[in-house]
């Protein structure tokens, strides 16, 4: 195509777009005094940005909301998914096993969510041990009962403290008097899963004061589907000076891979309540999350067998908080809140290599144990100094006792019988406080600022000052310029600061917190029911806490030193550090409305970004593996209303992005996974009276993600090539759910 | 001979047993005054403006407010909470020019009992009353003492409104909604046009 034609084509493209915007504009503004009131009921409330409810404009952040009405559309399952299909600036990785969560472009391949806070109902939920929170199924909360999801998009540490790097999602559940009555829902992925659940609401009073009460429960159970893998071939064992055994059963092949027709498992058991009694709120959450991957790779099953079931993990989560609200006089409001978290996570991986086991047995079993429990109360208050809204204060302090432990054995699989004494021993109790101070102002209608700043005091590390200042100027008739600055910080885990495995997990110096700040702008026009936005923004992430590999000449050291036994000189060793850092910046743009008297819906985000990973040493900026660079999502639904069914179309697409061995793995060709496109059709409706329907089926175009997955972690003289995780391309969804007392 | 390290979870938890104490704080302090908690649920700023765009739906509103509309805003004695959302409305009101098109002002009042209040709207020729938190024992009354006025009620709480106020505001999946009472809005001969009810949550 000729430069010309390029350029004419461009200017039809956007007259086309100008001619579209102006037209769902006119046909809200004959509407007449509907268009504003369109407006206004078109507007977000969310509360999560400055722990007050705010409309999304004038909150401290870009927020991007998701409502239970669009996840209804869209045939939405889990909060990952939300993400991907839903939201502004937010994307997920599958991984067959548990997803990852990514923003802006950054994404740390293995950090099990660590980077992201969590929150259900405001209360966090990232264990400290590894950081972990669950986004996917796993997270244990049945989609029925969200309400809706907020993701805060930046450092967001002022308010909540450490994890907020990439950002805060919050999921906020519904209230018993918007759900009342008894909720049944059955559905599947034909062939791969089921789900059966029930809820509840109700509201009513007792004891002269007001009761809501909200709770919901299910179990899910997916198996499948089958993959193949490989054949990935690799040298003899030098133990055994045997093929490479990766079975318990059968002859030694040396060969990793074939179809994993029992290890892609997953299993979730769940419930949730929110009662509310006159000033108090109590939430419980329950949950069981036990997995498998049908593959080994880096970060997953690292060197176990292949197509064991006996491979997997198992999350077991209780927690609940207690919140007492109440207003003091006119001027000054006063929040307690305390709260307490258990969570266990058990992974256990069963290998036949001797190279990886090294004791005489046929089966090695690792068994990874850890136990994270907290507890902790939150005081809050806040002054209202003219009792008009103008000038809020609020100040808060958080004290919390934690402790971690964890373990992990190596048993003989067929006695059970230790082979060596328990490693990677951690047994850390400590206490911590935090206290936070936030200032709003609005002195002029047009003008609302944001001022805040937090300190987090850990033992293992310097205090933490994480500060956020964000002005939002509403510069004409619905639009807003929004300017912020915030720092985020997150706190190592405690398997990074106090996991010790002697000879080959070193521990010798502390660790500082990964830091991270970010500067942003954005403008937001609303016109009838529609919210355009366009956002720039660029971070700064330092002291990320990676482990270091030694070389041969630093284990040299070491074992000079007395650091490490001379017998396991060549064999891996490593300790955890503050290696890298990562500049990041790029764009956000998103559109989302509601037209033909609310029944046509539709919404398209966008995300541009430039992330380069820097460790000291190399001198050189790599991009950041995993995520991509561009990636966004667009969606069109109808409600056709009177027993006819509402129908759904949504997309998300992501560019290409480099798989998580690229620049360790030194393979050929570079792996990269292919651009992703993936389209969920989804139709619901009602069938008889409290009886309805929803059915949808999701097609993924590119069928391998950006993992290196099998026994092939890096590039050898006979296998030259990475193998990338597949993708589940095709699924059908079929479920049916029943209400009734509403 | 290898040594396993005991299991995770058998430490008797400190964290249990201060959390036990604070949970124990806590309950004296519930136990000390637990008395209605109502929900104002819309950041103040956005009920005000649809406060105020509402009207505009009412078809008798010209008619009822005159040149000048005058809106109560009644607030509890001895109530913070209500007290609080009556000021903050009243404030948030004065920065909107006109409500329903018409110049209006704002007076707050304290909550003397329904019937009294029913005087007090026909004695000042309020347009519309509207009331935060605080009144949810006495909004039975309130409906039965305005029943026949000419006079919208709106309230902050969602659950006034399948109690007889007439115009409520909630938020649902993170948008405002609004709930109005219909047949109390017909027996204070509050008009609301068609297009107005088809985006509310109707209650009769």
Same mark, same amino acid.
């Given at each position: ?64 909301? =998701? ?72 997270? /244990? ?35 018993? $008097? ?42 899910? $159970? ?21 093929? =490479? ?79 007492? $609200? ?108 935090? @206290? ?92 009838? /029911? ?55 910046? &790029? ?20 995300? &541009? ?112 090539? @990475? ?7 095709? $699924? ?11 | ?85 009556? #000021? ?34 026909? +004695? #000042? #020729? +309020? ?17 039965? +003492? ?28 993170? #948008? ?8 109390? +809005? ?19």
């Amino acid at each position: 195509m000729m430069p010309f034609e390029r350029s004419r084509l461009l200017t039809r493209l956007l007259r086309a777009t100008a001619f579209g915007i102006a037209l769902l504009g006119a046909s809200e503004a004959r509407a007449d005094e509907g268009m504003d009131l369109t407006t206004l009921l078109s507007e977000k409330v969310v509360t999560t940005a400055s722990k007050t409810a705010e409309t999304s404009t004038n909150a401290p952040a870009m927020t991007s909301l =998701m409502t239970a009405e669009d996840m209804q559309r869209y045939g939405i399952h889990t909060v990952d998914e939300a993400i991907a299909f839903l939201s502004l600036g937010g994307f997920s990785s599958d991984n067959l096993y548990n997803p990852e969560i990514g923003a802006r472009g950054v994404l740390i391949p293995g950090d099990q969510g660590a980077h992201m806070l969590v929150l259900v109902d405001g209360h966090a939920v990232n264990e400290p041990l590894h950081g972990a929170a669950n986004l996917g199924r796993g997270l /244990g909360i049945p989609i029925e009962i969200v309400d809706h999801i907020e993701l805060i998009l930046g450092p967001g540490s002022v308010l909540y403290g450490s994890n907020a790097m990439l950002g805060v999602i919050n999921i906020v559940t519904k209230r018993g $008097r918007s759900y009342s009555g008894v909720h049944v829902v059955a559905e599947t992925e034909i062939g791969k899963s089921y789900r059966v659940g029930a809820s509840f609401g109700a509201s009513t009073k007792l004891l002269n004061a007001p009761f809501q009460i909200m709770s919901g429960f299910e179990f899910y $159970r997916q198996d499948g589907p089958t993959f193949d893998f490989g054949p990935q071939g690799v040298v003899d064992d030098l133990f055994s000076m045997q093929p =490479m055994r990766f079975s318990r059963t059968g002859p030694a092949t040396g060969i990793w891979g074939g179809a994993a027709t029992k290890t892609h498992y997953a299993m979730v058991p769940a419930g949730y309540m929110r009662l509310e009694w006159g000033k108090v709120t109590l939430n419980v959450h329950a949950s069981t999350f036990k997995r498998a991957a049908p593959y080994s790779s880096q970060y997953i099953n690292v060197i176990s067998d292949f197509n064991d079931p006996e491979n997997y993990q198992i999350d077991r989560v209780l927690r609940g908080d207690l919140t007492y $609200r109440t207003q003091l006089t006119t001027h000054a409001g006063f929040t307690a809140r305390i709260y307490g978290d258990s969570t266990d996570r058990r992974t256990y991986a069963d290998y036949s290599r001797r190279l990886a086991c090294r004791f005489s047995v046929t089966t090695c079993r690792d068994t990874d144990e850890g136990l994270s429990r907290w507890a902790g109360s939150e005081l809050q208050g806040s002054l209202d100094w003219w009792n008009d809204g103008k000038a809020v204060t609020l100040l808060g302090v958080d004290g919390r006792y934690r402790y971690a432990q964890g373990r992990s054995d190596l048993l003989d699989y067929d006695t059970g019988a230790p082979l060596r004494s328990s490693t990677a021993v951690i047994d850390s109790p400590h206490s911590m406080l935090a @206290a936070y101070l936030q200032q709003t102002a609005h002195p002029f209608p047009w003008l609302a600022f944001n001022g805040g700043v937090r300190l987090d005091s850990d033992p293992r590390f310097d205090p933490v000052l994480s500060p956020r200042v964000a002005t939002t100027i509403n510069v004409w008739e619905g639009g807003a310029l929004k300017v912020t600055y915030a720092e985020a910080f997150r706190a190592p885990t405690f398997f990074e600061s106090d996991a010790l495995i002697p000879n080959a997990l070193l521990r010798r110096n502390s660790l500082a917190p990964e830091r991270v700040r970010s500067v942003e702008g954005s403008l937001e026009q609303k016109f009838g /029911g529609n919210r355009v936005v366009f956002g720039v923004f660029r971070s700064w992430w330092k002291d990320l806490v990676e482990k270091y590999v030694f070389s041969q000449a630093q284990k040299d050291e070491l074992v000079a030193s007395g650091d490490l036994g001379i017998g396991y000189v060549l064999g891996p060793v490593a300790e955890y550090r503050n290696i890298s850092s990562i500049d990041n910046f &790029g764009f956000n743009a998103g559109w989302e409305g509601v037209t033909g008297a609310g029944r046509f819906h539709y919404g398209t985000n966008v995300t &541009g970004a430039i992330a380069r990973r820097v460790a000291p040493g190399t001198g050189t900026a790599q991009p950041i593996v995993v995520a991509p660079q561009f990636f966004g999502n667009a969606r069109v639904a109808y409600d056709f209303e009177g027993g006819l069914p509402t129908l759904g179309l949504a997309a998300h697409f992501t560019g290409n992005r480099i798989a998580d061995r690229a620049f360790d793995g030194n393979f050929t060709p570079f792996p990269v996974a292919p651009p992703q496109l993936e389209l969920r059709a989804t139709a619901s409706g009602p069938i008889v009276k409290g009886l309805s329907y929803r059915v949808g089926a999701n097609y993924a175009f590119a069928g391998q993600g950006p993992y290196v997955v099998g026994v092939a972690q890096q590039a050898y003289t006979w296998h030259q090539s @990475a193998e990338l995780v597949p993708v589940d391309r095709f $699924r059908v969804t079929v479920g049916l759910s029943y209400a009734l007392f509403q | 001979m290898p040594v396993v390290h005991r299991a995770c979870g058998r430490r008797r938890s400190f964290a249990v047993r201060a959390g036990a104490r604070v949970a124990t704080l806590l309950a004296l302090l519930m136990v000390a005054e637990l008395v209605r908690a109502d929900d104002q649920v819309v950041p103040i700023q956005l009920e005000a403006q649809l406060f105020a765009k509402v009207l505009t739906y009412d078809k008798s509103f010209p008619e009822r407010a005159g040149q000048l509309a005058r809106v109560l805003l009644v607030m509890k004695k001895d109530h913070a909470d209500s007290a609080r959302v009556a #000021s903050q409305m009243q404030a948030a009101l004065r920065s909107i020019a006109h409500i329903g098109g018409i110049p209006h002002e704002e007076i707050v009042v304290t909550f003397a009992g329904a019937v009294a209040l029913g005087d007090l709207v026909k +004695a #000042s #020729s +309020a347009a519309a009353v509207f009331f935060g938190p605080g009144f949810d024992d006495d909004v039975d009354a309130i409906t039965k +003492a305005l029943d026949g006025h000419d006079v919208l009620t709106a309230g902050s709480v969602p659950e006034y409104v399948p109690h007889g106020i007439v115009l409520g505001f909630d938020v649902v999946s993170g #948008s405002p909604k609004l709930l109005v009472h219909l047949t109390q +809005a017909k027996r204070q001969h509050v008009s609301l046009r068609a297009d107005l009810l088809r985006l509310a949550r109707i209650f009769e």
